[in-house]
C-alpha cells in the first residue's frame, strides 16, 4: 500500500503474533491517524456533509476507547493483591492440619496447624519459635487470612463476654434502625 494525502506514512504491519503486547500503540497510532485525517477532511472547504459527519463520528470514536488499564477492576492482567504478610508465618496450604471447621454464616474455614513466629521480630532459625495455630482462609478461594497462636486465643476467650454484651446493646438498637432506615429514600441502582 502507498502513501495518500491522509496518510503521509507506509502502513504498519502488524507485529507478529506471539507479541501480542505490542499491538496496543499501533491501535493508539491508526486510532489517532484516523482522526487527524477526519479533522483535516472537517476543515477542507470542500467537505461534504456527510463526510463532515462521518469526521466528527470518528473523532468522539477515539477520544471516548477505553484502555485495558481502565478496567474498572484495577486493569485486565495485574496481579490479585491476595497475599497479606502477617506476624504469625504458617506453611500454606499445610501438609499437616487438624480437620476443618466451616463457620455457619460467613462460611470461613478454620483449622489447627504447626506455624511459627519470631518473639524479638529478627528473623533467623535461632529466634524462630513453632507453635500451633489456629488459622482462617476466605469462604471460596481458601485464601490464607490469618493465624492466631494459643496466647492470642485465650485473651479472645477472655473477651467473649465483653463481646457478647456489646452484641446485646447492638440488637436493642435494631428496630429504631430500621424505622431510620425506612425513612430514607431507597434507590434501585
Known amino acids: 500500500r502507498g502513501a495518500s494525502p491522509d496518510f503521509p506514512w507506509q ?28 479533522a483535516r477532511r472537517l476543515a477542507s ?11 466528527a463520528s470518528l473523532t468522539s ?25 502477617t506476624e504469625v508465618k504458617l506453611d500454606y496450604p499445610p501438609k499437616d ?14 483449622f489447627v496447624a504447626n ?8 528473623k533467623g532459625k535461632k529466634n524462630k519459635h513453632i507453635t500451633p495455630v489456629l488459622a482462617f482462609a476466605s469462604r471460596n478461594k481458601h485464601n ?20 457478647q454484651a456489646q452484641f446485646k446493646e447492638v440488637k ?3 428496630a429504631e434502625q430500621a424505622v431510620g432506615d425506612a425513612t430514607l429514600p431507597h434507590v434501585c441502582r
Do not use: N
Open 11 to 38: 502502513a504498519p504491519t502488524p507485529p507478529p503474533r506471539r507479541r501480542w503486547r505490542t499491538w496496543r500503540p499501533w491501535c493508539a497510532m491508526w486510532a489517532q491517524a484516523v482522526a487527524v485525517a477526519a
Open 45 to 55: 472547504p470542500t467537505a461534504a456533509a456527510g463526510e463532515a459527519s462521518l469526521a
Open 61 to 85: 470514536a477515539t477520544s471516548s476507547q477505553r484502555r485495558w488499564r481502565r478496567h474498572p477492576k484495577g486493569g485486565r492482567y495485574t496481579p490479585t493483591y491476595h497475599h497479606f504478610p
Open 97 to 110: 492440619r487438624s480437620e476443618l471447621i466451616k463457620l455457619p454464616d460467613s462460611k470461613r474455614l478454620l
Open 115 to 122: 506455624g511459627w513466629w519470631y518473639p524479638t521480630g529478627e
Open 144 to 163: 490464607h487470612m490469618d493465624s492466631f497462636t494459643l496466647e492470642e486465643m485465650k485473651v479472645f476467650e477472655s473477651l467473649i463476654p465483653k463481646l
Open 172 to 174: 436493642k438498637t435494631i
